[in-house]
């Protein structure tokens, strides 16, 4: 992902930052010649895309609102911010064969089978399959509320939640001018 690149200005200096957020290594470089700016621009980057994936979108994290939607599956509807609310919606948004959110108990199970060096068998693929409904999400988007209808079901954001950080970190960065931002 990009801002924007003109990194011909003459007396501007890349200053990079690498971050480790949602389980992917980011790394920012910003073409200017403040670099005390810079480096307040990265501290807050890092702050957004830490915030986000924490607070809302990783649901590695059991304090995050994705987690709590998780646990809750089968019990009652979760309150949601608006961060969460919009990748939710955009996910559902598009076609199943295109980004399917449902996917979370299919990618535990690889998870676990991965740790005991061994692939899932067609019936431990074939007891999870249930559970992988995207269709049956009842996202109530006045309330903001996020309802997963059966116990086993979980959703998991991911490429969708980075891109999402991602924009909002560009978002951030464009405030600030600089000759030349990388993502």
């Known amino acids: ?39 307040e621009a990265l501290a807050k980057a890092s702050q957004v895309m830490n915030d986000l994936s924490t607070n809302y979108l990783d649901r590695y994290n059991p304090n995050s609102e994705v987690a709590k939607i998780n646990s809750n599956a089968g019990i009652a509807p979760v309150k949601v911010s608006p961060p969460t609310l919009a990748v939710i919606s955009f996910c559902l948004s598009l076609n199943k064969n295109e980004f399917d959110i449902a996917t979370a108990p299919l990618i535990d199970l690889w998870s676990k089978t991965k740790i005991e060096k061994r692939v899932p068998s067609q019936k431990e693929i074939q007891s999870i399959l249930p559970f992988i409904q995207e269709e049956s999400i009842i996202l109530d988007k006045k309330n903001s509320t996020v309802y ?6 979980g959703i998991d954001l991911g ?15 464009k405030n600030y001018n600089f000759s030349g931002v990388l993502i």
Not at 159 to 173: F, M, P, Q, R, S
Request: aromatic content about 12%; glycine content about 6%.
């Open 1 to 39: 992902f990009s801002v924007h690149l003109n990194f011909n200005k003459e007396g501007t200096v890349p200053i990079s930052s690498t971050f480790f957020v949602m389980d992917t290594f980011v790394e920012i470089t910003i073409y200017t010649a403040d670099e005390t700016t810079a480096a």
């Open 148 to 153: 997963l209808p059966m116990q086993g079901m």
């Open 159 to 173: 490429g969708i939640a980075k891109g999402y950080v991602t924009e909002k970190v560009a978002e951030h960065l």
